[in-house]
């Protein structure tokens, strides 16, 4: 049984991570369901770790997922290195001869400039997120101790997926370039939520984007860019409270193999993610939430 509660977790995480539904919601229904079937609940630990190595698997889906982009971001940041040196240098003939081997042409999107003004702005995206930790952390570990949080998180981002619709009307055109920073804090704003059950980080991301004029394409894209420091400094503040005296070598073995299919699984859901946004049909995920936060409450109240 605890074979297919893994790979079950696993592939809950590869579908929730990236759709606009809570992934740390859906994750505590997940293993609050198989507590009652099988009556046997994990360690706050044991959980602890599942969730964290689950998110790297997550993470990893975004890497391969723009694996083309990052490899452009690098040969034009070794490109502008090349660059800079030969001028020191006065090298120009052997800077266009490793320009020509690289392929690293100064296209719209990876120059220089524009690769710092998007670094810049996942910095700033992220920033909000710090003082979370570091101040509210033990208040948020209490939220994941019942559901009920959970319905209402999934209700607060049900409300805010449907306010989306509307945006359909006026599509956003901005792109890297023409968002700005303050774009970026708001975005990062919005994202603060997030750490509670219930509520999605892409969902008030993407919808946050989308409110300030970002094009659907764009909107997804900065929510995925802002999604990898984001997930890897919830998991390494989190790993260092992990005792590995807790864990079997089958619970690990466990949480490899449903990481991987978190990963394969997130890999398809960022694609399904792009076509949602792109037809504007986002919204529709806030009925999915609605009537999941009505099960939720309901059943949290009558055990109350």
Request: with cysteine; charged share 15%; glycine share 8%.
């Amino acid at each position: 049984m605890e074979w297919l509660e893994s790979l079950v977790l696993g592939m809950v995480q590869g579908f929730t991570e990236f759709l606009p539904v809570s992934s740390d919601g859906h994750l505590l229904l997940t293993q609050s369901l198989f507590g009652w079937l099988t009556g046997v609940k994990h360690t706050g630990k044991e959980n602890l770790f599942f969730d964290v190595i689950l998110h790297l698997g997550t993470t990893a889906a975004i890497l391969i997922y723009n694996r083309e982009v990052i490899a452009k971001g690098l040969r034009a940041c070794l490109l502008e290195l090349i660059l800079m040196l030969s001028r020191i240098y006065n090298r120009e003939v052997i800077a266009k001869e490793l320009r020509g081997l690289l392929g690293a042409d100064e296209a719209p999107g990876f120059r220089r400039s524009e690769i710092v003004h998007v670094g810049l702005l996942a910095i700033i995206a992220t920033s909000p997120l710090i003082p979370l930790a570091l101040f509210f952390k033990k208040m948020i570990e209490k939220t994941f101790e019942g559901i009920t949080v959970a319905g209402f998180g999934f209700l607060l981002t049900a409300a805010i997926l449907l306010a989306t619709g509307w945006l359909r009307r006026r599509d956003g055109t901005k792109g890297p370039v023409e968002t700005t920073l303050l774009d970026a804090l708001l975005i990062g704003l919005a994202q603060m939520l997030a750490p509670l059950p219930g509520v999605s980080r892409s969902g008030l991301t993407i919808a946050a984007a989308l409110a300030l004029g970002l094009s659907r394409t764009w909107a997804v894209g900065f929510s995925l860019l802002i999604a990898v420091p984001a997930i890897l400094g919830a998991a390494v503040w989190e790993i260092k409270d992990i005792n590995p005296a807790t864990l079997s070598s089958d619970r690990v073995t466990q949480a490899v193999a449903a990481t991987i299919l978190a990963g394969v699984v997130g890999y398809f859901a960022i694609q399904w993610l792009f076509k949602v946004v792109r037809a504007g049909h986002i919204w529709y995920f806030s009925v999915y939430l609605t009537l999941l936060a009505i099960v939720v409450l309901v059943t949290a109240y009558s055990k109350a």
